[in-house]
């Protein structure tokens, strides 16, 4: 309480002084969804990377590969298409948030997004902010958040969209969008279909990728309507449907016989009434997951994991001056969750949390947040955050962001009969970030530096529980500390019809235990990747270029072990067909691994030789 | 003319085969691996491969990953045992599916299979057959079998369904016995399979989960069950069973109170065997199990062999592992030797 008395005291003081600039007009009237602006508007001091849809559509084979080659995230993926988890910024996989439309959407049985269990090319855009964000979106917002939006605009309008394409062995990837507005009313419709057998060759073997085949089904509707001059209403509501096979490794790959089921079901119910200084918003989201694994593919049993949430929001913000703002975001969970090893359990949480947002002219802006929750399963940590933005020249900028975030126990974690541990607290870090950069109109440049200091990891180990010998459970056991260095480039540039933008990201990170002062397994040091587009009339061109250094997979960091660095590009070519004011037809062609060189994310797991994808875009 | 100069060359051939076979000539060594200690490494969970670690006898020295320095390519995923018989040794990868040959003193690789393997443990050698026991799916009690392939080519031949979750195997006379330990559940059965029927003839009731078995020089059987765990719905405790082989009955019983026994190994007439943090040695007329145990050691698994305890120790399963050699005489800690990832068994060459 000392800190929230001070976090008070803190916030007054600003208000006293009576900053006169006018705070950015943030709310766009004609844009129904938020999201993008308001983390924007609460993420000063933190980097965040766009990802519109387009882009997207650049990587249409999986979320794990959109994510690989365009966001400086490591993706940990079992084979191409198989379970796929996150490293963002050194952290383990449950540290990543995935949010949906404002909601986080990790699963409760694991705490972790599954990246190949779910599809991504429906959505308008995504927004990958690297740093803690905890206080507004919860558990597991460690290492970062990774947002995924559906956009609704007001105002006369009637689009379609459908994107057909066809690749190597046997894939195809088909959407179809339609968007309708008018100055009362927005509706967007979505659906998408994939599939594809996936055996790819493993280079330097005369063996295919056997067991790897997927399909899956997308379909998403949102509708939003003005009530009066003041409130607006809309719904979202997304539901999937996949099966993936779960490739094997060398030397074998028709040992392989796994497979895995994934259902996905959100509706988000939303209520926006603003006027003068004040905005409410209630939200009520209903989310279900279910998954099934099937250990052997030609038979009928399988294990599954079902979980149901419901969550109440309501977001209350003041404009205190034309500069600052106070909002309040209170949020009621209750969350069942249960397997074929456990019965139902439900776990019911409070939050409330209070965020200050400050601009001061010519200066910069901040943001200064708190949250407190209240677990009908453990204590929570009391969390806060800090960023701040500062252009300190014309063109330049300096950001800072410090944060204590946390990550609850998993339903598995806590519950996994007989090997559960009913004791686990949350696992919390402190973290800091400092940042400059450079930005014009054709360039921008950031340089970061961070730091993550982890404590009360929760990690599955033998002997965990000393009672318990040579028996796995969890524990409240690591600290870890992570550091690095980062950096972002994008740069375009237009000479006369030629226009030219590279857009790249590097990162250098030291993820060390504590206890041991070893490096992490499966975590590479150097991360680089990159695209370089380029357009002329009626031709467009890109190339995606990634490396990936070295990886450790073993926790006395032998190299005998590792998995060496590699490099590999894809390279994109679109022709437009036919362009109007309200038709637009490209045709497009994507080879991955162009230049056919065989590598491997994980041991034994070779990914994908070189192969074509023939695409259709057309916009009517 | 020409049988002549055959005969000429078969005669001039045959005084060298004759010069070159002389006793009294030093018997050249037969690779690099002989006349040592294999120890087969499980390997990471999820993504790698198992390999094996060479120690020489005298414990001077080691070499890891010798599969892959000889043969340039990965055993597989989860290396489950190795068997040895005449020149060769077999390698099980049970994740991968996997059946190797190879000359177990190079190492070189001379047969592998994939066929008919699905989950598979452990094997045996009779009559020049490779037995290999197969869990099937792991939680599934019906589909267990034990697989039969020609030890030479490694040519499969035929199945024999089995009861649920058939682990190790060993050969007496005209049987094999395998204890059914239960795949991911729990089983408490020996089968005896007919080795010239190829059929189960009969089934011995023994304590759960029955994890090792040895045979004595008196021709009993010995099977140490480990007992159901503490996280098993109900848990039971160990059992030590001594089997008479002629008529197929337990004749001796010993109960562990509260704990649970694994790893029973014979040498030199005694039994040993882990349990709660210590080694036990017993001698097969011992009405009673040891009260002390000699050396307060334990680990992933514990091996004793002519003088020597091996202790084997997983570390946090991600990294390298180690064996702790211990003298059987003096009970002291002799040497102790980085091994793979997951060091699961000891094998003496």
Known sequence: MIQFSRFLFFLFLFIGLNIYAQEAIIVSLDVVNLQTIKLNKHSKGYKILAINDSIIQHNSESFSSLLRFNSPIYIKEYGAGGTSSASFRGTSASNTAVIWNGININSINNGQTGFNSLNVSLFDNINIRSGGGSIEFGSGAIGGTIHLNDELRFGKYVKNQLVLSVGSFETYHNLYKFSFGSATTAIKVGLSYNESENNYKWLGYNLRNENGAYHNTDFSFSIAQKISKFSKISFNTSKYDGVRQFSGQLPNPLAAKEKYKDFSFRNLLNFNYQKNESSHTLKFAYLTQEYQYFADKDNTDFNFGKSKRFVLNYDFSYKISSNSSIESFSEVESTFGKTDQMLEKNRKQFSQSLIFNQRIENLGSFNAKVRKDFNSDYTMPFVFALGAEVKPARNTFVRFNGSKNYRVPSYNDLYWPSLGNENLIPESSLQGEIGVGYKNNNLKIDVGAFYIDAKDKIVWKPGADPERPGVWTPANLDEVVNKGLELVINYKKNIHKHSFNLNANYSYIISKDKNTKQLLPYIPKHLLNGTVGYSYKKISAFYQHLFNGEIFTTTDNLDDYSVPYFNVGNLGVNYNLLKTKATQLDLGIKINNLFNKPYQVLPSRPMPNRNLNLNINYKF | ?349
């Open chain 2, 1 to 349: 003319m020409k049988i002549s100069k055959f005969l000429l060359s078969l005669f001039l051939l045959s005084i060298i085969v004759v010069s070159c076979n002389k006793d009294d000539e030093p018997a050249l060594p037969k690779g690099d691996y002989e006349n040592g200690i294999l120890i087969a490494n499980e390997g990471p969970f999820g993504s790698g491969s198992g390999t094996v670690t060479y120690i020489s006898n005298d414990f001077s020295t080691s070499q890891n990953s010798i599969y892959k320095t000889v043969n340039s390519e990965d055993l597989g995923n989860i290396l489950q045992s190795l068997t040895f018989n005449n020149e060769s040794a077999y390698l099980i990868a049970n994740v991968s599916k996997r059946l190797v040959k190879v000359n177990r003193y190079t190492f070189e690789k001379e047969a592998a299979t994939i066929e008919n393997l699905n989950n598979p443990r452990y094997a045996a050698i009779a009559s020049g057959k490779l037995f290999v026991t197969n869990w099937g799916d792991s939680s599934d009690s019906t589909d267990d079998y034990v697989a039969i392939f020609d030890a030479e080519t490694l040519v499969y031949e035929s199945s024999i369904s089995v009861d649920f979750g058939p682990e190790k195997l060993i050969v007496l006379g005209n049987n094999i016995y395998v204890a059914h330990k239960g795949g991911h559940g729990y089983n408490n059965k020996i089968s005896v399979i007919d080795i010239t029927s190829k059929a189960v003839t009969k089934t011995i009731e023994v304590g759960d989960i029955p994890s090792s078995l040895v045979i004595d020089n008196s021709n009993n059987l010995w099977v140490l069950c480990g007992g159901k765990p503490n996280y098993a719905p109900e848990e039971t405790y160990g059992t030590l069973e001594k089997i008479n082989t002629s008529t197929y009955e337990v004749t001796t019983s010993y109960d562990f109170v509260d704990s649970h026994p694994y790893d029973l190994s014979y040498t030199n007439g005694k039994l040993y065997y882990q349990n709660s943090g210590g080694v036990y040695v017993m001698g097969t007329s011992s009405s009673t199990l040891p009260s002390a145990s000699i050396i307060a050691d334990s680990g992933y698994s514990v091996i004793a062999n002519d003088g020597y305890i091996y202790v084997t120790d997983a570390k946090d399963y991600a990294s390298s592992g180690e064996v702790r050699i211990y003298n059987l005489d003096s009970k002291q800690l002799e040497n102790t030797i980085s091994t793979g990832i997951i060091p699961g068994g000891v094998y003496f060459n």
